[in-house]
Every structure is written in structure tokens, then in C-alpha cells.
């Protein structure tokens, strides 16, 4: 939603899982439930049928938009048809245009009755960083990407930025309810739903919290078609009932190895493997391999009080990655010890065969006793002190000049 909106660092969890969520906090929600298997599937489709369900819909539960264009979600008619799609989505792996070419696997399918739809309608939470507020963003086009409606009809998109502890007023529902055409028995249901989704925004201290669709039914009421909750990661320690909803496989194998080291790492597209101490430098040190024209394959900050354990740790995560082709190691030395960060390196080469060539930058505290313990160890490296030299050396590292 533009510069000024801020997702921020975030935990998702599965489409069922903040469904159930809406369903503690009263936002209504279509009948289903979540299959790990297709006979399960099965099952539990016959008992939604028992209950008067004659049509379903069949959706893979990953962490990614675009399902419905990638086969992820789709219509059956019988509980026999359920079985069927289940079985070809779970254990199967969904390629979106989020998620990349590796795709995510499917573990499991979210089974439900079909809605029958009159409109459809986008509202969602998220964090203006420019305002340090929540703020509400709504749309009478839903079921498409927002960012798609705000390049096209930007017009379309109403934003309304709200007091932290004083939820959503009633100048906001009306100026929504008008936009989506409601009447005035539906603007109450609206306002009880907005308010909902914002104790459950504040609350769970989340990044963002989005209905997309929500719909207004043929029976004239509003319903939570699709629901998304990402959670701010570093609040996650005020609510330990999250933490349990995370599913590793939905994420890179590298990130959660590095959650379980303790240091941050975020996996890139590049071939300029980083590893640097603390997020500013991270930054910068992207900004001048991207400077060069090359492109960082990662974020890797070991942080600014790292141990040497830290160091062996994360170097271990930098070679695992094969796209690799150089390692830059920036290092500026304040409360993290430059000889400490050098003899973890060397360790971690005891363990780990790097065949990459690598640059160094060891600046700051104890850089001499650094640079002896990188000379002393016998290892091919390229040690550098000044950016510009680095920049040269990262270059000629690619060129197969180091």
C-alpha cells in the first residue's frame, strides 16, 4: 500500500488458523474445517452434508496469495469430489506468483461450505509508519490484490488512520458502509465486524489483519470469506499461544536454522552471500553490493553484542546457500570484539568446506588482534579495511579474480 505502510518483520499462520482466531473474537466465518489427509477430507465433508451443505470449496492452506489462479482453491460437489482434490493438493507442492518458482508444500486443506456471494468487499489493518498508527483500508472491489485496485483506481481505496486505544469510530463505519452501498441494518453488522478485527489487530499485536473478500451474502448479511494475520515476530514473546501456530515448512529452511541460532537472517535473491553485526550496517553493506551492480543474497546481522558462537553459527548458514558466490563479511567492531568474530570464522571453517571466495572487513575493536588471528590460520581470504577496497575486492571475488 505504498511507502507509507508498514507490514513489518511478521509471523503468518495458515488461512484456518486466523479464521479460528476470528471466530474467538466474533467475526463471522463460513462452516468448515482443516483436513491433513484426503480421507479425512472425506470424512468430515459427509458431516457438512448431514448439516444441509450440498456444494464445497477446497482450499490448499499455504503461506501465499494467488491460490485460486494456481489450482489452489477449487469447487466440489460431493464429499467423493473433496476426497479427490484433497488428495491431489496435500503432499503436493502449490506454485503462486508469491510464492516462487520452489513453491510451498501443502500440508493441509481448508474445507468449506460455499458462500452464495452478492458483493465483495476489501477491508484490512496494517501499521502507518508515517503516523505511528494503525490504519484502516477499505475497498468496495474485493478478491483481488488491493495493490492491484490502488494502481488502477487509486480513487477507490479509502484510508483512514485511527487512534491506537480507541478502535474503529462511527465516522469510519459510515464513510466505509457508504462506499460498499450498505443499509443501515448492515452498517451495524459492519461496525461490529471493523471492531472486532481491530481488538483482534491490538490485541494480538498484529502487522496486518486483512478480509479479502469479505462478503455480503445473498441473505444480506457480511461473512469472512478468507482471512490473513501476520504477527509482529518481536512481540511474540508476550503471547506464546502464537508461537505455536508457526508451520516451518511454510518458511526458508535457512531462516528458521538462524531463528533457532538466534541471529536474523532473511534469504534474498542474489549471489553476495552478507554477514554483517548489526541492522544498520546490514544496510548499507546491501546498498554498496548493490552499488556495484551485484545484488546481496541475504540479510545476516549476528547483532551488535554476538558471541563467537553466533559467528560459528552463522557463517555455517552462509555456506549453506548455493547461490553464493562470494561471502562479504563486514564486520565493525564496538561491542562485538574484532578477534572474536575472526577466530569464529576460523572455527566455523574447521567445520564447515567453503569452496567461495571470501572478503573480510574487520574495522574497530581489537581489528589488529583480527586481522593476525585471519593471517595465522593459514586460510585463503581477502582482507580489506576501507569500503572503496571492499567494493573492489567483492567485484574482482566475482570475476574470479580473488
Request: net charge negative; aromatic share 6%.
Amino acid at each position: 500500500m505504498g511507502s507509507g505502510f508498514e507490514a513489518g518483520k511478521a509471523m503468518n499462520i495458515h488461512e484456518y488458523q486466523a479464521k479460528q482466531m476470528f471466530g474467538d473474537y466474533g467475526i463471522p466465518v463460513p462452516r468448515g474445517f482443516v483436513a491433513k489427509s484426503a480421507l479425512e477430507a472425506f470424512e468430515l465433508a459427509g458431516e457438512l452434508v448431514r448439516d444441509g451443505v450440498e456444494r464445497f470449496v477446497v482450499k490448499a492452506q499455504v503461506h501465499a496469495g494467488g491460490r485460486g489462479k494456481a489450482g489452489g482453491i477449487r469447487l466440489c460437489s460431493s464429499p467423493q469430489e473433496v476426497e479427490r482434490v484433497a488428495a491431489e493438493l496435500i503432499g503436493h507442492t502449490l506454485v503462486t506468483h508469491q510464492t516462487g518458482a520452489d513453491g510451498k508444500p501443502v500440508g493441509s486443506v481448508l474445507v468449506e461450505e460455499v458462500t452464495d456471494i452478492a458483493k465483495e468487499f476489501y477491508v484490512g489493518l496494517v501499521i502507518d509508519r508515517s503516523r505511528y498508527a494503525p490504519a484502516l483500508i477499505a475497498c468496495a472491489e474485493g478478491g483481488v490484490e488491493i495493490e492491484e485496485v490502488a494502481k488502477r483506481s487509486p480513487e477507490k481505496v479509502l484510508t483512514f488512520v485511527l487512534w491506537p486505544y480507541g478502535g474503529v469510530d462511527g465516522f469510519v463505519v459510515r464513510s466505509v458502509a457508504r462506499a460498499f452501498g450498505l443499509d443501515r441494518s448492515q452498517s451495524r453488522e459492519l461496525a461490529r465486524l471493523l471492531n472486532a478485527l481491530y481488538r483482534t489487530f491490538r490485541e494480538k499485536e498484529c502487522t496486518l489483519a486483512e478480509i479479502n473478500p469479505l462478503v455480503l451474502k445473498a441473505d444480506g448479511h457480511l461473512l469472512a470469506l478468507d482471512a490473513k494475520l501476520n504477527f509482529d515476530d518481536n512481540a511474540l514473546y508476550r503471547h506464546p499461544e502464537l508461537r505455536l501456530l508457526r508451520d516451518p515448512n511454510q518458511e526458508d529452511a535457512l531462516e528458521v536454522q538462524a531463528r533457532r541460532f538466534g541471529v536474523d537472517y532473511v534469504r534474498m535473491d542474489g549471489e553476495i552471500g552478507c554477514m554483517v553485526n548489526g541492522a544498520g550496517l546490514a544496510m548499507a553493506t546491501m546498498d554498496l553490493v548493490d552499488g556495484v551492480g551485484l545484488s546481496p543474497a541475504n540479510f545476516l546481522d549476528i547483532k551488535g553484542g554476538a558471541r563467537k558462537e553466533n559467528v560459528v553459527n552463522a557463517f555455517k548458514l552462509l555456506s549453506q546457500d548455493e547461490r553464493v558466490k562470494v561471502a562479504f563479511i563486514n564486520i565493525f567492531g564496538g561491542i562485538v570484539r574484532c578477534d572474536m568474530v575472526a577466530q569464529g570464522l576460523v572455527e566455523a571453517l574447521d567445520e564447515v568446506d567453503v569452496k567461495v571466495p571470501m572478503v573480510i572487513r574487520l574495522v574497530g575493536t581489537n581489528e589488529k588482534d583480527g586481522r593476525r588471528i585471519l593471517e595465522e590460520s593459514g586460510r585463503r581470504f581477502v582482507v580489506v579495511t576501507t569500503l572503496s577496497e571492499a567494493k573492489q575486492a567483492v567485484l574482482s571475488a566475482v570475476r574470479g579474480g580473488a
